[in-house]
């Protein structure tokens, strides 16, 4: 299994940005893919998930209403829309994989298998 994450870069607070995270090589759809941000000094944090059968999606408290997470089936390309950005969001944005999860896991690091390589998000205020 391969993730890609690209579409990160340099905006100014209030502002937009959409995060592609690119999957290939699962052969069961029974996955859940999260997206998980790192701020220089911190631990990884979670941000968003969407379980892939199932479609549930699931939100930290403080991206909740400002960030989208969705799923492109054709291009096996899962989507973080995030709007209103602040300088806290700031960060590397990391997509993740993980086979068979249940709801409990989806916002724990060590859960996921699979990583994609990290793109880099900075909000200026």
């Known amino acids: 299994v391969q993730l890609q994450a690209f579409g990160g870069g340099l905006v100014q607070a209030g502002g937009s940005l959409r995060l592609s995270c690119t999957v290939s090589g699962a052969t069961s759809s029974n996955y859940a893919v999260a997206w998980f941000r790192q701020a220089s000094g911190n631990e990884r944090e979670f941000v968003a998930a969407r379980r892939w059968n199932s479609g549930s999606i699931h939100y930290s408290d403080s991206v909740k209403g400002r960030f989208t997470i969705s799923r492109d089936n054709a291009k096996n390309t899962v989507y973080l829309q995030m709007t209103s950005l602040k300088p806290e969001d700031s960060g590397i944005y990391y997509c993740?994989?993980?086979?068979?999860?249940?709801?409990?896991?989806?916002?724990?690091?060590?859960?996921?298998?699979?990583w994609g390589q990290g793109t880099q998000v900075t909000v200026s205020s």
């Open positions: 993740g994989l993980s086979h068979g999860l249940i709801v409990s896991q989806l916002r724990i690091p060590r859960s996921y298998n699979y």
